[in-house]
């Protein structure tokens, strides 16, 4: 396991967007699949990200809790395969909330890290209800020997929150109360930069690894001296989720960043 280290520059952290796993309306293949973890992730590491995360993004719609046995096995190769062809950090995220499949994924994998979109709190989505399951997750992880990290949402996009806070108390509250190792912050939508008035909000009053996890572009890269790194996708591939990963484009934004 190669675990994510934050640095005094940000981290980028690339998103490999997986094709539609087995048994989602809009699957094709498995190869398919494989062979794009495998392939984005070395191409990526080229371009210097610090590390990738994995996600089933074309399983729409999306389970809101847990996903079927077909699910976990396609991730589970996929992000076995971007593992063995990287040296970089791995990361898995089960959309829309299945923690415990993504720390499942990752412990099988040797993943360093895992996203969890509602690891606190009730948030009303696309999907329905989700309610976090921070009890169970981290009981879980102790019980599989721990090693991996959970960066959590806090106001996650696509998604509102059944009872309204201070986004700072949340913040704090997925620290202190879910034990989260990084808190991720997003705007409203996919490809969306969060506020930069809440992002620096976040930086001033939590004491957090705080990670962007929408939205950052080489126009707006000035947001990242506010946290300690980005997720990156959307811009990697022009705008065109279903594009593939612009090397050039990944540069570029890395260079940026080594410069915060």
Same mark, same amino acid.
């Given at each position: 396991?190669?675990? $994510? ?5 940000? @981290? ?5 967007? $997986?094709?539609?796993? $087995? ?27 610090? #590390? ?29 395969? +971007? ?19 993504? %720390?499942?994924? +990752? ?8 996203? @969890?979109?509602?690891?606190?709190? #009730?948030?009303?989505?696309?999907? &329905? ?7 169970? %997750? %981290? ?31 949340? +913040? ?14 997003? &705007?409203?939508?996919?490809? @969306? ?17 705080? $990670?962007?996890?929408? &939205? ?21 591939? &022009?705008?065109? %989720? ?11 934004? @890395? ?6």
């Amino acid at each position: 396991m190669r675990r $994510l280290e934050f640095a005094e520059r940000p @981290v980028i952290i690339g998103v490999i967007h $997986l094709p539609p796993t $087995l048994g989602s309306p809009l699957f094709r293949n498995m190869d398919e699949i494989v062979e794009k973890a495998s392939k984005e992730a070395e191409i990526m590491e080229k371009g210097g990200v610090d #590390a990738v995360i994995v996600e089933n993004f074309w399983d729409i719609p999306f389970y809101p809790r847990r996903v079927p046995p077909e699910t976990i096995a396609s991730m589970t190769l996929a992000v076995n395969a +971007a593992v063995k062809s990287s040296s970089i950090p791995v990361g898995v995220n089960v959309l829309r909330n299945d923690s415990l499949a993504a %720390l499942a994924i +990752a412990k099988a994998t040797g993943a360093s890290f895992i996203r @969890v979109n509602v690891l606190m709190w #009730a948030y009303a989505t696309d999907q &329905g209800i989700i309610e976090g399951e921070a009890f169970r %997750l %981290l009981r879980k992880r102790r019980e599989l020997g721990g090693g991996v990290d959970i960066f959590a949402d806090v106001r996650v996009k696509h998604a509102r929150p059944m009872v309204e806070q201070p986004i700072v108390d949340e +913040a704090k509250d997925l620290i202190e109360r879910g034990l989260a190792d990084a808190i991720i912050i997003t &705007g409203s939508r996919t490809g @969306v930069p969060p506020d930069e008035h809440i992002l620096r909000e976040i930086r001033e009053k939590v004491d957090c690894k705080l $990670l962007i996890g929408s &939205g950052i572009t080489p126009e707006n890269a000035n947001l990242l001296k506010y946290a300690d790194g980005a997720i990156v996708g959307s811009y990697f591939r &022009g705008g065109d %989720l279903k594009a593939p990963i612009d090397q050039e484009k990944v540069k570029k934004l @890395v260079e940026i960043a080594k410069r915060i």
